[in-house]
């Protein structure tokens, strides 16, 4: 083959390379023809938002759609994630830097709450009245989630471990009917379920810290992120209408709340109006440092692969930029 001749193939075929390769450039581009997203009894916005059918509104024009799927917990959520079952999941913040330092590709570009949703329970008429109190004794809690995290948190308060309690793994509402049922002596609680606990069967607040309830965290596949920015800075802008609804209807919202996760109006008020804070939902400098000073219970207590560098887990978790744009203020 002369090089003239040579030149002008190997010219040819690069374009045509080029030009083979447009196609999957362009297709990466494109938007997805579905949103796939959870909805969560400890996420009221959720809840609001899919009521009012506002991001099925949102993106009909699209024609993308919606599909919704409900998680009973962090690690519920976590594992839909990291499953690829969906793309937008929401869970607590602790729980989320967990499940990245395990491989769990995912971001966080928007906080829904600041909620006290999480505290230690006992039967009314329970002889424990500390935390040290509870060794040797049997505690419910939800592995991979804010609860079960408290509860490692609150116990190396007075000096005790995992080991000195018999952990009995139930999922959140399995929980409460075991404490409720005295099957177990205590239980990590989450709210709703926390709070019909205390108002339905009487029982009590064994120990609360605000500070080792770690925010309610909006995570995104971080392929999804990174392939459709502008479809997910609409969602957040649906959360932040919801954010804002809620506050301007607190009533209506508890309404809705008390009819999803079918718990009375009285317990979802003492959800929503006393233990959540919908003010803070930019991603900050408070956030990371709140993950940061809890994070020495994951290498502590074995849930993290001894050397893993938490703190860099979550500075590449929380996103501290991405929905400037969208969060309105006030």
Do not use: C
Not at 9 to 36: D, F, H, M, N, Y
Not at 139 to 163: E, M, N, W
Not at 216 to 237: I, K, M, T, Y
Request: proline residues 5%; aromatic residues 8%.
């Amino acid at each position: 083959m002369k090089r003239r001749t040579l030149i002008q193939w190997a010219a040819g075929s690069s374009a045509l390379a080029t030009v083979s390769a447009l196609p999957s450039l362009a297709q990466a581009a494109e938007a997805p023809k579905e949103i796939r997203l959870d909805y969560a009894y400890y996420n009221p916005s959720s809840l609001v938002i899919r009521r009012f059918g506002w991001l099925e509104e949102e993106f009909k024009k699209d024609g993308i759609g919606v599909n919704w799927v409900l998680s009973a917990g962090s690690n519920r959520a976590l594992e839909y994630l990291n499953g690829n079952s969906i793309d937008i999941g929401s869970s607590a913040g602790l729980a989320a830097v967990l499940s990245k330092a395990n491989g769990n590709p995912i971001r966080t570009p928007y906080i829904f709450s600041r909620p006290e949703w999480t505290a230690l329970l006992v039967p009314k008429n329970s002889p424990i009245q500390t935390l040290a109190d509870l060794k040797g004794k049997k505690i419910a809690a939800t592995k991979g989630t804010d609860p079960y995290l408290f509860l490692l948190r609150a116990l190396h308060t007075v000096g005790l471990k995992r080991s000195d309690i018999e952990h009995v793994s139930l999922q959140h509402a399995d929980g409460k009917a075991a404490l409720e049922q005295g099957r177990v002596d205590a239980w990590a609680g989450l709210d709703p379920l926390m709070a019909a606990s205390e108002l339905g069967a009487g029982s009590r607040l064994l120990y609360r810290n605000v500070a080792f309830n770690t925010y309610g965290f909006l995570n995104v596949r971080e392929d999804f992120l990174q392939r459709h920015p502008n479809e997910v800075r609409r969602v957040l802008a649906v959360y932040e209408r919801a954010r804002q609804w809620i506050q301007g209807n607190t009533r209506a919202a508890a309404q809705i709340l008390s009819e999803e996760a079918k718990v009375s109006l009285e317990v979802a008020l003492l959800q929503l109006k006393v233990r959540t804070d919908f003010t803070q939902p930019q991603p900050g400098t408070q956030h990371i440092k709140a993950l940061q000073a809890a994070s020495p219970i994951l290498l502590n207590e074995g849930l993290v692969r001894p050397g893993t560098n938490v703190q860099k887990v979550i500075t590449d978790l929380v996103d501290t930029q991405f929905a400037q744009s969208v969060i309105r203020r006030g």
